[in-house]
């Protein structure tokens, strides 16, 4: 069963504009990691948030964790056309190291 | 450094075909993993290897098998497949001594099953 549920699934917006995504899980987590997939590749890690986190920053990425509401955020400030891509939240729960990951945002980057 | 490295990127089978789908790292991880990925589901996992001489299951693993050949290979066969297999398949890696790492992927295997 999926972990995680993106919201929204797709996002269109002008280059400049902050993009946000949401991400929502069930279960406990370790942490929770953020990839982005350009077409026809592979994944690519972009943040990863431990759950005793509530922010994080990397570059132009914001990333939350609220725990109490099994939900974070992706925020990409000032995007870019290059930005287009899907985005995927994947939860860490236990050991193996295993990620369950959500069904993704996928974001269009206008010029 | 190559990275992750899967073979063949594409592959059409007839149903009851079997193959085996390659997956290489370069990097010294210790662990290995199998996802596929189909549209409005996100990535499933299929097996996984913890070490080298390790395996066990993911959330999909019926349908498939698994070897960890040594510790940079890891390779996923399908015995009969089903048109329900078609998918893209993805191999991963994670750095060895990471209890929370990042997972590094390969670019996918698009596997049709007519």
């Known amino acids: 069963s999926q972990q995680g549920e993106e919201d929204p699934q797709a996002l269109s917006i002008q280059e400049g504009e902050n993009a946000t995504m949401n991400c929502s899980y069930k279960t406990s987590i370790n942490n929770l990691q953020w990839y982005r997939q350009n077409s026809g590749r592979g994944l690519v890690h972009l943040i990863l948030?431990?759950?005793?986190?509530r922010e994080k920053h990397s570059g132009r990425l914001r990333v939350t964790l609220d725990t109490s509401k099994k939900s974070s955020s992706l925020l990409i400030t000032a995007s870019r056309a290059a930005d287009t891509a899907s985005y995927f939240c994947?939860?860490?729960?236990?050991?193996?190291?295993?990620?369950?990951f959500g069904t993704g945002t996928q974001l269009k980057v206008e010029l | 450094n190559a990275g992750v490295t899967q073979t063949p990127k594409f592959q059409v089978l007839k149903t009851g075909q079997s193959m085996t789908l390659q997956c290489a790292q370069d990097m010294n991880h210790n662990s290995m993993y199998w996802y596929r990925q189909d549209p409005g589901m996100g990535l499933r996992l299929i097996y996984y290897s913890a070490s080298e001489g390790t395996t066990d299951k993911g959330e999909v693993p019926n349908g498939y098998n698994v070897s960890r050949l040594n510790k940079r290979e890891f390779s996923l066969r399908l015995e009969s497949a089903a048109p329900s297999q078609t998918s893209v398949y993805f191999c991963?890696?994670?750095?060895?001594?990471?209890?929370?790492?990042?997972?590094?992927f390969g670019e996918g295997s698009r596997l049709t099953v007519l």
């Open positions: 991963a890696s994670i750095p060895q001594g990471t209890n929370t790492g990042e997972l590094f």
């Open positions: 948030i431990r759950s005793n986190e």
């Open positions: 994947a939860t860490g729960t236990g050991g193996g190291n295993k990620l369950t």
